[in-house]
C-alpha cells in the first residue's frame, strides 16, 4: 500500500492511504448524479405543466361566461336575421350579416336580396323577433350549438292585425376572431 503524507497547519503530519482519495470523486460523483437527476424531474414537470397549459387548458375557456356568451351570441343574431322592416331593409340586413359567418352569411345574403327583400317590399312587411328562451346544446372552445325559442311578429299595412309566430331554432356558433358568430340556423321541431 501507498502512503502519502500531508502537513496540516499545526505541524503534525496526517496520513492518508489510496482508498480514501479515491473515495473523494466518487463522492462527488454520486453528489452530481443526484443533483442531474433533480434538474431532470423538475425540468420534466416543467414541461408537464407547460403542456396542460398550453393544449389543455384551453378547454377551460367552455365554462359559465362562455355559455352566456354563446347564449347572448345566438339570441342577438337570431333577433338580427329574423327582424327587418320594409322601409330600412339594407340596414336591417347589414346588421343580420354582422352576425354571421360561412355558408350561413353567403345563403343569408342571397335568400335576403332574393326573397325577402323582394315580398317585404311588396307586402310592406315588418317582422320583429324576440327570443323567449335560449340554452347551451352543446359548448366547445371554438364552436357551439345553441337551442332559441322564438316569437316573431309580421306586421304589413294591408293586414289588420299582425301574425304572431312561435319557432324553435339549433344555431351552431362558430368563434371568429375572438367573437362567436351563426355559422348554421337549423329550424327544429
Known sequence: MTAEHDS?????????????????????LARWRSIVATTLVIAAVG???????ILYRPDQ???????????????DGAVAALSYSYDHLNRDFSNAKSHLTGDFLAYYSKFADEA????????????TATVVRAAVSELHPDSAVVLVFIDQTT??????????????VLVTLKKVDGSWLIAKFDPSG
Open 61 to 75: 375557456q367552455v365554462g359559465d361566461a362562455a355559455a352566456r356568451r354563446a347564449i347572448q351570441a345566438a339570441s
Open 8 to 28: 496540516s497547519l499545526d505541524g503534525t503530519e496526517k496520513t492518508m492511504d489510496g482508498k480514501a482519495i479515491r473515495r473523494r470523486p466518487r463522492r462527488y
Open 47 to 53: 414541461v408537464a405543466a407547460g403542456v396542460y397549459f
Open 155 to 168: 306586421a304589413s299595412v294591408r293586414k289588420k292585425d299582425p301574425e304572431k309566430t312561435q319557432s324553435s
Open 116 to 127: 325577402v327583400a323582394p315580398m317585404a317590399q311588396k307586402g310592406q312587411l315588418t317582422a
